[in-house]
């Protein structure tokens, strides 16, 4: 059974930093590409960003380009975002998604960015 639990959300004024991390479960994490989404409630889910299974290629959505970074550790199954410069309009619920197992999705950890 896939399972993606991620973690790190919380409270962060403008300007600040936050890592969100989802531990993989389930399915050979290794070799599998993974990415970062996001929603707000009434919006359509947006694609954060996306890592290969090894880690050497990345890909960001334009609106966190230069801002975030996307990295995993093979040997924990685990997926990072490392956020800064975060902005009001990176509040969201944050979610994990493996490339093999698009069904299955984690509880998301959400991000609130308020002065």
């Known amino acids: 059974q896939v399972q993606l639990v991620e973690s790190g959300g919380g409270f962060v004024q403008p300007g600040g930093s936050l890592r969100l991390s989802c531990t993989a479960s389930?399915?050979?994490?290794?070799?599998?590409?993974m990415s970062w989404y996001r929603q707000v409630p009434g919006k359509e889910r947006e694609l954060v960003a996306t890592i290969s299974s090894g880690g050497s290629t990345t890909n960001y959505g334009d609106s966190v380009k230069g801002r975030f970074t996307i990295s995993r550790d093979n040997a924990k199954n685990t997926v990072y975002l490392q956020m800064s410069g975060l902005k009001p309009e990176d509040t969201a619920v944050y979610h994990c998604n493996a490339e093999w197992y698009p069904q299955y999705w984690g509880q998301g950890t959400l991000v609130t960015v308020s002065s």
């Open positions: 389930g399915f050979t994490f290794r070799r599998c590409p």
